[in-house]
């Protein structure tokens, strides 16, 4: 009989292929010398045993295919059947698994419950000031139009202004942030007083000579000075050319509309020629007009400057480089 050794994990897979009587059917190795190589004969052919079935485990596995041939001077090559190593292997699959951690956040102002007490108008008053927005509102009111306390009256022949803002809050609590306000003027009655108009920005007003003994006058106005309903919309320009003094309650000015613009109405007016040497003074002020025109009341500053025939020309672009040449 033929004692045939294979690996515990080797077994032949399907019938082995016919043998010839007589021919090497196995081959072991020594263990004493691993280079040497015994054939081992029968005349019989062996008979295959069972192949068992492979034993699959919850690990992933995989089938190498190896060849017993070995090549060795001096003998023959010698082949046997094909045999298989089952080998078990295991892999780490990164990031496949993921660990879910508890966390907590606060998100302020995402959830909020509507309270219907909250939906109010909030009024902030000022007497002779700016009302502060910063502060508690003097007031409050479900709706519109609305009456507001009594307020203090001025003295005799005083008069009071008052400025109101007005702001909205809703249901959640939350409030408009517009800056706008109303102010109007009181007498000593309580009865409205006509509010003039601002007069022009504080030392925005000049005079300068131009060409051909004209004048050039410029002034500004910050629309936010004034609310919508009392700022100015037109320049008043009271000027003389014989060295007196604009009279306003008595001259006729020169009226030029005031247009606003990015927060700012500018004023920029070149005169008419006068004669060379002449003196010219000028008042600005400021008209809101209507069915019966209001003008502020300001008397200053008086702007003065001397006509000169030979006063600076026009500043045409390109003249420096049409004087100078590059070298």
Same mark, same amino acid.
Not at 174 to 202: C, K, M, Y
């Given at each position: 009989m033929l004692t045939m050794t294979r690996s515990r994990r080797q077994g032949f897979f399907g019938p082995p292929p016919p043998y010839d009587v007589g021919a090497p059917v196995g081959l072991?190795? /020594?263990?004493?010398?691993?280079? #040497?190589?015994?054939?081992?004969?029968?005349? #019989?052919?062996?008979?295959?045993?069972?192949?068992?079935?492979?034993?699959?485990?919850?690990?992933? =596995?995989?089938?190498?295919?190896?060849?017993? +041939?070995?090549?060795?001077?001096?003998?023959?090559?010698? =082949?046997?059947?094909?045999? *298989?190593?089952?080998?078990?292997?295991?892999?780490?699959?990164?990031?496949?698994?993921?660990?879910?951690?508890?966390?907590?956040?606060?998100?302020?102002?995402?959830?909020?419950?509507?309270?219907?007490?909250?939906?109010?108008?909030?009024? *902030?008053?000022?007497?002779?000031?700016?009302?502060?927005? #910063?502060?508690?509102?003097?007031?409050?009111?479900s709706?519109?139009?609305?009456?507001?306390?009594?307020?203090?009256?001025?003295?005799? +022949?005083?008069?009071?202004?008052?400025?109101?803002?007005?702001? =909205?809050?809703?249901? *959640? +609590?939350?409030? /408009?942030?517009?800056?706008?306000?109303?102010?109007?003027?009181?007498?000593?009655? +309580?009865?409205?007083? #006509?509010?003039?108009?601002?007069?022009?920005?504080?030392? /925005?007003?000049t005079i300068a000579a131009a060409a051909s003994a004209a004048v050039y006058i410029t002034a500004d106005f910050t629309t936010r000075r004034q609310h919508a309903t009392l700022r100015p919309d037109a320049w008043l320009i009271y000027l003389t050319s014989d060295g007196s003094t604009p009279d306003p309650s008595a001259d006729t000015p020169l009226e030029v509309a005031m247009v606003h613009r990015d927060g700012v109405a500018k004023l920029r007016y070149t005169s008419t020629t006068f004669s060379n040497g002449a003196t010219i003074k000028v008042v600005i002020r400021t008209r809101r007009s209507g069915s019966s025109d209001v003008d502020s009341v300001n008397v200053i500053p008086v702007l003065t400057v001397t006509a000169s025939t030979a006063g600076p020309g026009d500043i045409l672009a390109g003249r420096a480089f049409t004087d100078f040449e590059a070298k």
């Open positions: 072991r190795r /020594s263990r004493r010398d691993p280079f #040497t190589t015994r054939i081992v004969t029968d005349t #019989t052919p062996p008979i295959p045993e069972p192949v068992p079935p492979p034993r699959i485990t919850t690990q992933r =596995r995989r089938f190498v295919p190896s060849m017993l +041939g070995i090549r060795k001077t001096g003998f023959p090559t010698v =082949r046997a059947p094909i045999a *298989y190593d089952l080998i078990a292997f295991t892999r780490t699959e990164a990031g496949r698994h993921a660990l879910l951690n508890a966390f907590t956040r606060t998100e302020q102002g995402m959830h909020r419950i509507a309270n219907e007490a909250l939906n109010v108008f909030e009024f *902030y008053i000022g007497e002779d000031a700016e009302p502060d927005f #910063t502060a508690a509102p003097d007031e409050t009111a709706s519109l139009p609305h009456t507001t306390a009594a307020i203090t009256l001025p003295g005799a +022949g005083e008069t009071k202004v008052i400025t109101i803002g007005v702001r =909205r809050r809703n249901a *959640y +609590g939350l409030r /408009s942030e517009d800056i706008d306000f109303h102010t109007f003027t009181i007498d000593e009655n +309580g009865d409205a007083v #006509t509010v003039a108009p601002l007069p022009p920005d504080q030392d /925005s007003e």
